[in-house]
């Protein structure tokens, strides 16, 4: 799977969604054999030793326990990834049943967040005893291995089954990338039958999907990982959509109870069996599916209800929150230590939207995440906490204008879904046109300088980032002193990286539009690449009178 950009600043970027597919590397030092069994005898001895080091006398000095760090047990992590290089990546992927492979490029700024996670879930993995093996491609340095194996971007994740690859599609923590792996190699369902067992799964994950079900065959799931459903056809209907759930899910771990009591100390609410919960490390911990079960709805309901009340937004977990089937979208920008005040209060107000609106924190100062989004509205120095929204499905952004208190933050969202609040369109502050030959339009002022204008109005539309915009600038400040005299025609300019308007919708810079007066909703379109002279000649055939002598020559 690849990353991409952050969003860019037109905002149907919003389909900044849904592609925001993100870029990450790993850069994992780890043994570089040349032959099977060089492989095998190097991870022994590298797993040898960390056996050795977990063996050290209690009594052992304060330094000596100091390789229990973060940093200590990250770097034993990350010896059990192996490393492939262009001698042995076929050997590797052709000996083992499972691969997951992960190409990266070590300037790839994203494998930062990523490499702790891989290299976590490679640890997980192995002692959960996991067939799957643990692998990295500097891609960058082996551009011929990484084409062979089709790596087309950083970072690419990639699971090989008996030497077949299939695209990952899980998330980004070391538990999802975990989960995902377990499910795609035989394991979509954990059974629980002990209250030992109920006791060690709470410690491992902070969210799963629980089901109570009083009879049924447990069969050999891994059967089931390649999509043979003849296995089911003797299970009862809902255990059958359960399993195709879990199966079908690519980021929740499910797990199964026959016995109620064991179920219990996983979701203390079950009354009865064939039950189905999700469970979350927050504060609305408990959700009960309540339907039919069919896989299709269990589904749906996952998608609905896996975020917690307010998501903050990762570079990670950006494709997730975008392709949330809650299409309305509240985003809180603002400072860590402000966020922490506002959290308890905007939990409390998005429980009362649960399944309608998604509230996703941003850092204000985080400029990767932030910048992006505040761009859109203009808003891209602000400091202090705003609130905004989008509408995914119908491509609208909308902004709080009033104090980013909870009761007006709820009001808002109240707004929203009746559709009280109006579609913001960014706007820069009103300038000063006095004396000016062309007008500087502004979002605010469009409306009354060019719409309800009783005069002609050549606009041009530009960008401070386009390449021939300022020649056509040039160009309408010379027409604009040559049509100085004519009363019935004004010059303006708009800049539309600032500026929005729902009558303006360009995207090609520079354009000239000539709005006539009297017929305003249909601008003509003018040719940038026309000279001055032809210019001149078509806005003296649209606006002089025409029992008035046109003066072409500039």
């Known amino acids: 799977m690849l990353f991409s950009k952050n969003p860019t600043s037109r905002f149907l970027l919003l389909t900044l969604t849904f592609v925001l597919l993100l870029s990450f590397s790993i850069n994992i030092n780890a043994s570089d054999p040349t032959n099977s069994e060089d492989d095998s005898d190097d991870l022994e001895q590298l797993l040898a030793l960390d056996e050795q080091e977990d063996q050290l006398p209690e009594d052992q000095d304060q330094e000596s326990s100091s390789r229990f760090s973060e940093a200590e047990v990250l770097s034993k992590a990350q010896r059990i990834v192996l490393e492939?290089?262009?001698?042995n990546f076929k050997r590797v992927i052709d000996e083992n049943e499972f691969v997951l492979l992960l190409g990266y490029a070590p300037w790839c700024v994203r494998s930062a967040e990523l490499m702790p996670q891989f290299a976590e879930a490679a640890t997980s993995l192995k002692e959960l005893g996991s067939p799957v093996l643990m692998a990295k491609?500097?891609?960058?340095?082996?551009?011929?291995?990484?084409?062979l194996l089709d790596i087309k971007g950083f970072p690419t994740l990639l699971l090989f089954v008996n030497g077949t690859s299939q695209a990952y599609t899980g998330g980004f923590s070391a538990e999802e990338i975990v989960i995902w792996a377990r499910k795609k190699t035989g394991v979509p369902v954990i059974r629980i039958n002990t209250v030992t067992e109920a006791d060690d799964f709470l410690k491992k994950h902070h969210m799963f999907v629980i089901g109570l079900f009083e009879k049924f065959e447990f069969y050999a799931l891994k059967v089931l990982v390649f999509l043979d459903y003849s296995v089911l056809q003797s299970w009862g209907s809902d255990y059958k959509a359960f399993i195709k759930a879990a199966m079908s899910d690519n980021e929740i771990q499910f797990a199964e109870a026959s016995n109620i009591e064991v179920a219990k100390l996983l979701y203390p609410d079950i009354k009865a069996t064939n039950f189905l919960g999700i469970v979350k490390s927050e504060p609305e911990r408990y959700t009960a599916y309540v339907?039919?079960?069919?896989?299709?709805?269990?589904?749906?309901?996952?998608?609905y209800n896996k975020f917690p009340l307010?998501?903050?937004?990762?570079?990670?977990?950006?494709?997730?929150?975008?392709?949330?089937?809650?299409?309305?979208?509240?985003?809180?920008?603002?400072?860590?230590?402000?966020?922490k005040i506002l959290l308890e209060p905007l939990q409390d107000v998005a429980r009362k939207f649960i399944t309608k609106v998604m509230f996703i924190y941003i850092d204000i100062l985080d400029e990767n995440l932030a910048k992006p989004f505040?761009?859109?509205?203009?808003?891209?120095?602000?400091?202090?906490?705003?609130?905004?929204?989008?509408?995914?499905?119908?491509?609208?952004?909308?902004?709080?204008?009033?104090?980013?208190?909870?009761?007006?933050i709820e009001e808002f969202c109240s707004g929203l879904l009746n559709g009280s609040i109006s579609i913001y369109f960014k706007s820069q502050a009103i300038p000063d046109n006095n004396n000016a030959s062309v007008l500087a339009v502004v979002g605010k002022t469009f409306d009354d300088l060019v719409l309800n204008s009783p005069k002609n109005v050549l606009l041009e539309v530009y960008t401070p980032w386009c390449i021939n915009c300022e020649t056509t600038s040039k160009q309408i400040e010379k027409l604009a002193k040559h049509f100085k005299g004519l009363d019935s025609l004004i010059f303006a300019k708009i800049d539309a990286s600032a500026n929005e308007h729902p009558k303006l919708q360009v995207h090609d810079y520079p354009s000239l539009f000539l709005y006539k007066a009297g017929d305003k909703d249909n601008p003509i379109k003018l040719s940038t690449k026309s000279g001055s002279k032809e210019l001149a000649a078509f806005i003296n055939k649209q606006v002089r009178p025409k029992d008035q002598a046109a003066k072409d020559e500039l």
């Open 137 to 147: 491609l500097d891609a960058e340095r082996y551009p011929k291995v990484a084409s």
């Open 291 to 303: 339907g039919t079960f069919e896989m299709e709805n269990i589904l749906q309901f996952l998608d």
């Open 374 to 408: 505040l761009t859109l509205f203009g808003l891209e120095e602000s400091k202090n906490t705003l609130v905004t929204a989008f509408d995914n499905k119908g491509s609208s952004k909308y902004l709080l204008q009033s104090d980013p208190t909870p009761s007006n």
């Open 84 to 87: 492939l290089n262009s001698d």
């Open 310 to 339: 307010v998501t903050k937004l990762t570079e990670l977990n950006s494709v997730r929150v975008y392709s949330s089937p809650v299409k309305l979208q509240v985003y809180v920008f603002a400072k860590a230590d402000d966020f």
